[in-house]
């Protein structure tokens, strides 16, 4: 079946330092591919999205390629703040209503 | 601003207690979903429902069951509480024709003793 695999955390960073999580995917066809994050105490949210291959996801200063080719879709941001600490999920969607997950990865950023 | 709302965000049980946990959600959204969060196992889909009185199992039903009565309200039921189900639950929504994006509730922690 269709699977997500991100890199094992937790990851913590100094503020300002730039920030990769790997994400890679197993799935039949194109599925689009997805960031959601969930910050502390609260649900997820959907950060950003990739429909197609070579599409960019793009908000709040993070980016993710979906790379057909490595069937990878990590996540970067160049200047990371305390506010961006969080867990993040990578997520795909074969155009069912079900997403399936990944493990997530805890992100902390220390001043 | 929408909004999905768990009827609880701590509950302690015993073993063998029925547990019902609740979410409603304000969106008029067609699908609703419950998920459990374990460390290291991201999020595991239990049930689904696509409809009032319409559900679905997702991967781990096994021990739960759910109830959809009303469009806006998707209840999971613990008949049989065991300690093995200690762990967050959240629930979510999403319109029919924006499938993936799906609005979460801030989470259940049951704790079974």
């Known amino acids: 079946g269709d699977s997500v695999t991100q890199m094992e955390g937790p990851v913590t960073l100094s503020e300002e330092a730039f920030l990769t999580i790997n994400c890679t995917y197993t799935?039949?066809?194109?599925?689009?591919l997805f960031w959601y994050v969930q910050y502390p105490g609260e649900g997820l949210q959907l950060l950003l999205k990739a429909t197609k291959a070579d599409d960019k996801g793009s908000n709040k200063g993070f980016e993710a390629t979906y790379r057909k080719e490595t069937t990878s879709f990590h996540l970067e941001k160049g200047s990371v703040q305390v506010s961006d600490s969080a867990v993040y999920f990578c997520a795909l969607n074969q155009g069912a209503q079900k997403l399936v997950f990944g493990q997530g990865t805890r992100l902390t950023i220390n001043p | 601003d929408v909004k999905v709302t768990q009827s609880s965000r701590y509950l302690v049980k015993r073993t063998g207690e029925k547990v019902f946990l609740e979410c409603v959600q304000d969106?008029?959204?067609?699908?609703m979903f419950w998920y459990r969060q374990d460390p290291g196992l991201g999020l595991r889909l239990i049930y689904f429902s696509y409809d009032v009185k319409m559900k679905e199992k997702g991967d781990i039903p096994e021990g739960y069951s759910v109830s959809r009565e009303k469009k806006e309200r998707f209840s999971l039921i613990l008949e049989s509480a065991s300690t093995n189900q200690t762990s967050m639950y959240l629930c979510?929504?999403?319109?029919?024709?924006?499938?993936?994006?799906?609005?979460f509730g801030p989470g259940t922690r049951l704790t079974v003793t």
């Open positions: 799935a039949t066809g194109y599925p689009s």
């Open positions: 979510a929504s999403t319109s029919g024709d924006r499938a993936y994006e799906q609005y």
């Open positions: 969106m008029d959204h067609e699908n």
